[in-house]
């Protein structure tokens, strides 16, 4: 079953449980419970689940999102200009593109 979205009507706790179930690390493109597609950054307890907006570039959302990944799992970076900059790119490129 779909909901208004047009994404699988499935509940939070199952997404929780494959989201868990991932290794740690960076992966992607991979396709959620609800059938959504984006990129899965976990490592230990911290988890991040970037999905891919509509009609953005999969490849532009990736680049922004292994980023941030690495710059916060990979080299410690809590610089906060740094991560507001690559957080705000993450969240840019989850939402639908703009029409033009």
């Known amino acids: 079953m779909l909901d208004m979205e047009g994404k699988k009507d499935v509940s939070i706790m199952e997404v929780i449980k494959w989201e868990e179930s991932q290794p740690d690390g960076f992966r992607g493109i991979l396709k959620n419970p609800r059938g959504e597609d984006g990129f899965l950054s976990k490592e230990g307890g911290a988890l991040t689940w970037t999905p891919i ?48």
């Open 53 to 100: 907006g509509e009609g953005q570039d999969p490849v532009e959302v990736m680049k922004a999102a292994k980023a941030l990944h690495d710059v916060i799992h990979v080299q410690g970076c809590m610089d906060a200009e740094i991560l507001g900059y690559l957080g705000s790119e993450v969240e840019r490129l989850s939402k639908p593109k703009p029409k033009a």
